[in-house]
């Protein structure tokens, strides 16, 4: 199978994409340095990822990530500016949700969407305060785990049996390779 | 123990289940071994509990390339494996379910017949032999619900998981067998449900052999454990015995040469093949012991996916044990289902930063989000089945180059008529359990870089059809073996490192034997 570079993007993008941060070369010429450029990035940060829980304040902190990486080198710089430029043409933080997921899906094949698309999924739901917002509590070894009470503490169902079915060891055991040889029944694939 | 590089020494290459229980049961019996590892040695206190750091901390990172029709070749195609460069290996990382090939597993081409496309062959083994060894590696291990060991306690996702394959009318659900202490075992304690068992485990309740089999060989005096010590050829002698072994400090790239009188290999289904194919000669064209031309076909990976459910109320199912949840009503051969083997289904909890990435690799929008958003109220498991065979599922030495100007290997894998089959099914399964117990989204998840590396150095009765024989030695090269997970024939439905160990430990005791007999 033949790879195309948005799919190369795309991989690389999103779970490579961690062991690149902070490995940026020094740039000259930077891209989405003007006043209002990491927010247009914000926007499109949060049309990918659509949640209304998540302060603006996130989305800003993904957008910074992600044009870092636009200025990582210099093949990064100029999709990077073609894209963010094309945002701005056509007003990409003013149009509704619908008409931003209509360009986002028209320009799903750029490398600059690759690019924001690879960090965002990967920056966003490894923010902390996202973490928070979903409740969900990470690191207990300090504390000594979860505690009874805390990782058990579902009630709305009942409590499960936890050992083996008395009859696992048998339904296990009759295995005998010829008796399953004789399950000869045409297969649908 | 400090071993001169010139002395004729038994090498094993690779730290992890395999080559790790090899070195111990040599080491245990006075042998004295050389253990080479790419990586280095991370003590539990520096272990991170946070998911992503805690990957780029010890995972094999070194360029790999693929191909083939299987989606994860689009999805991750830098990095077809989940595999851990560090003493241990993969066990580091490993989640801990540990079940037995069923007997008929041992038997697939007797027992399915023949599958268009698929390169299904009976191992030279059979499940009465490989009895007594795996209760050894269970009690290596410490596998719960076995050896009078207690089962872990019910975490709020098995609860979701349990009750909905209940009211599916399942009965064979559990919270193991798993390589996890419940009680205090083999010095080591009982979990914390700390959660985190993917990343090393900070508590060390889990089995790896990183804290049982490695520091049991240090404590014999024979071993000596060099790290950061990755093995690039392996050469041979005039009359095509292996001599040697040249490995590079992957630090300073320095290349250093051990001599050897017996090599065992156990860099796990990528790394193995690699190292044999690096090691062609005039002698060995093709690769060392490659005269059949099977060196680093038949690459498998199970059948693997997930399914993730929301629901109105809380789950948390993040917290404790990353896996403890087991389903076997599926794992029987029964192909009125469709497809030949059989599957488990197992408990899973992923932080939202790995969900994140590998929910919907590519995916965004709206509907992705609110899956997400539902993290909270989330239940997940993961399906993992036997995968067919193939001869062109295979590892070869790439154009690429790594960053020491080594080949990089490449990874082909197409999925099989079958696995897609089986996989619908179980995902179908899956659903039914989640919407047994109110889900209101589920979502089916495509396979995960793979973390079941196996085939790609077969086991055979005969040289022609595999690389080595019962006892994992090569048929061409007889002081050279293969002790990982890449000599199964066929891979069965369940994890595989149980197995991995059960024949480590058999052929550890085996080649002990032949060295005291001067066999070798
Ligand atoms: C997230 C995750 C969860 C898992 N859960 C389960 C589970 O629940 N149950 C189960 O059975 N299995 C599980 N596994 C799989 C399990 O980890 C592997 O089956 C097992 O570790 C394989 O053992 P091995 O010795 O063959 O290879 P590895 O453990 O991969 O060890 C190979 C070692 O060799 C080293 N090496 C490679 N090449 C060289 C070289 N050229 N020179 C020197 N050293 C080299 C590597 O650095 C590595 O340390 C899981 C894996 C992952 C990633």
Known sequence: ???????????????????QLGSLANAEVNIAAQPGDQEMIASMCKALYPHDRFPMSIYMDVAAGAIKKGNADTGAKISFRAGLDGLKINKFDKMNFKKQTKYLKSIENTPFFGLVRGHTVVALYDHKEVHKIFGYQGASFDKGGYKDGEYNDLSWLPEPRIEEHPDLTAFLDDSSPKKYASLKIKKTF | MKIDKKEKAVVVIGS?????????????????????????????????????????????????????????????????????????????????????????????????????????????????????????????????????????????????????????????????????????????????????????????????????????????????????????????D??????????????????????????????????????????????????????????GRNYMRHLTGS????????????????????????????????????????????GPSFLGAFLDPGKWGKKFADMMDGYQNMAGMWIVGED?????????????????????????????PNDTAMRNHAYEKGEAIYKAVGATQTYRVTPYPHTHNLGSMRMSAKAKDGVVDKWGRCHDVKNLFVSDGSVMTTGAACNPTLTITALAIRQGEYLADQLKKGNV
């Open chain 1, 1 to 19: 199978m033949k790879i195309t570079r948005r799919e190369l993007l795309i991989s690389a993008g999103s779970l490579l994409a961690y062991s």
């Open chain 2, 16 to 236: 992890g289940p395999g080559g790790a229980q090899v070195a111990y049961q040599l080491t245990k019996q006075g042998i004295p071994v050389v253990l080479l590892e790419a990586g280095r040695r991370i003590m539990k206190e520096e272990y991170v509990n946070e998911e992503w750091p805690a990957f780029s901390q010890m995972a094999w990172l070194d360029k790999r390339t693929m191909s083939g029709n299987a989606r994860i070749v689009k999805d991750f195609n830098g990095l077809p494996t989940w595999l851990v460069k560090a003493v241990g290996g993969t066990a580091t990382h490993w989640a801990g379910a540990t079940p037995r090939f069923l007997d008929y597993e041992w038997k697939t081409k007797s027992t399915y017949g023949s599958v268009d496309g698929a390169t299904l062959m009976d191992w030279p083994i059979d499940g009465k032999e490989m009895k007594p060894y795996y209760v050894k590696a269970e009690d290596a291990i410490g596998s719960t619900h076995r050896g009078g060991r207690p089962p872990l306690p019910a975490n709020n996702n098995y609860k979701v998981f349990a009750e909905g394959a209940k009211r599916n009318g399942y009965k064979f659900y559990a919270t193991g067998p798993y390589g996890t202490n419940a009680a205090p075992y083999d010095g080591r304690p009982a979990s914390i449900q700390d959660g985190f068992n993917f990343q090393g485990d900070k508590n060390g309740s889990k089995w790896n052999p990183n804290v049982s089999e490695i520091p049991k060989a240090l404590a014999t005096g024979k071993l000596e454990l060099r790290t950061n010590s990755q093995a690039v050829q392996i050469t041979t």
């Open chain 2, 238 to 295: 005039s009359s095509g015995k292996a001599d040697g072994v040249l490995y590079m400090d992957t630090k300073t790239k320095a290349l250093h040469r051990q001599e050897a009188k017996v090599i065992c290999v156990a860099g796990n289904s990528i790394e193995t093949p690699r190292l044999f194919l690096m090691s062609a000669s005039s002698r060995f064209p093709n690769g060392l012991a490659n005269s059949s031309d099977q060196v």
């Open chain 2, 307 to 350: 399914v993730y459910a929301t629901f109105d109320k809380p789950v948390n199912f993040f917290r404790g044990e990353t896996m403890a949840g087991f389903l076997a009503d599926e794992v029987k051969h029964n192909p009125k289902r469709g497809f030949v083997g059989g599957y488990y289904l197992e408990t899973l909890a992923l």
């Open chain 2, 388 to 416: 067919m065979p193939q001869a062109n599922n295979r590892i070869t030495l790439g154009s690429a180059k790594d960053a020491f100007g080594l080949p990089a290997p490449n990874v082909h894998f197409d999925d099989h």
